[in-house]
Each structure stands twice: as C-alpha cells, then as structure tokens.
C-alpha cells in the first residue's frame, strides 16, 4: 500500500552539485508530477509527465531535468544546484493527466533538499 | 493575477467549534476544484473534489465545501475541529490544459 514513494527524504548538497531525485509510485498510473513547495507559494509544477514517454514543462522548469524511466518511475535531476532550489520537491501521481482536468493527484512525503 | 486565493493565511479554532476556511478562485471556464490537506512532514491528501456535479461536496473526516460560482468560491467547512485536524489546507484549480494551481495555503491551528 505504499503508494507513490520518494528517495531520498532529506538531502544537504552543496552549490555546484548535481543530484537526482527518485519517485516511483505502484498504482498504475499514467500520470506523474513534480513540483517544489516554497513557504507561501503553495506547490509549483516543475516538470510533468502525461504519459510514458511524454514530459513537459511545468511553471518553473530552469534549472531542472526529468525522465520518464518507466511507467512508474520519474526522477527529477538538478545538473548544478544553487541555493535558491533549496526547497521542498514533492512527486505525484494520477490515472490520467492533462488534458483530463479532473484527475485527483496522490503525493509522496517529500524529499527536503539544502543547498548551500 | 492569482487563480487561487485563501483568504487567510492562518486560523485559529478551539477544539469542537467550527472550521472555514476561504477561498476565491478565477477562471473564465468551469474548472475542477480541489482541497488538500497536508500535515507536518508529509505528502498532500485529498480532502474533497468538484467537478460540475453537486454544489455541496462531501469529503473525508466530516469536511465539506460547497462551490458558488456567482461569488467564485469554493470554502471548506467542517462542523467541529478535532485535534487531528490541524495542518495546513491547500485550495486548488485546474488550469485549462488540466494542470494544477495551488493556492498560497491556510495554516490551521486547533486549541484544546
């Protein structure tokens, strides 16, 4: 029953430095998200993925990249961290993306990536 | 201009009163409309969804919202707070091509 899982959940990099970020989820599902939660914001959608083998852009996508390894599997990679992606990055999942508007998104728990 | 705005950024409830929280959205098209839930150190649940059916949606632990499309709200209520209810509280929009839109978030805080 795990649902969409993230690794890792806590991350300390230093400016500079690449990382990437894992998300696997196991309900099936054709849609995958990322996004990054800023105290205030909300969340803001980084990259998605309607479907396997499809990826777009999101809201704020500079800086990042993505694959679509499978259908349940979508890392997002940071080629030279600065401070300001110091955030928190959430990936979610849902049976169907857009255009389908009204798809409810399930959430991992988090990764909490420092960069300093 | 914003697609979502919560309408306070922090309440402050005692434990077995009431709970609203606001929220207005814009939209020239009839969007869906979503609250999420999110607690300390976790991932966003699901609290409820619209989507051009009934007004009044219900949703899990006895919240509810109802959708005014003349005032373009979309409010979560729920009867009485429990303690378990603290978090912070996420209204959302789809954009036209169906992609989410967060609102800023509301902080809630339930006091025994």
Known sequence: ?116 | AQSVTQLDSHVSVSEGTPVLLRCNYSSSYSPSLFWYVQHPNKGLQLLLKYTSAATLVKGINGFEAEFKKSETSFHLTKPSAHMSDAAEYFCVRTDSWGKLQFGAGTQVVVTP
């Open chain 1, 1 to 116: 029953n795990a649902g969409v899982t993230q690794t890792p959940k806590f991350q300390v990099l230093k400016t500079g430095q690449s990382m990437t970020l894992q998300c696997a989820q196991d309900m099936n599902h054709n849609s995958m998200y990322w996004y990054r939660q800023d105290p205030g914001m909300g969340l803001r959608l980084i990259y998605y993925s309607a479907s396997e083998g499809t990826t777009d852009k999101g809201e704020v996508p500079n800086g990042y990249n993505v694959s679509r390894l499978n259908k349940r599997e979508f890392s997002l990679r940071l080629e030279s961290a600065a401070p300001s992606q110091t955030s928190v990055y959430f990936c979610a999942s849902s049976a169907a993306g857009p255009p389908y508007s009204n798809q409810p998104q399930h959430f991992g728990d988090g990764t909490r990536l420092s960069i300093l």
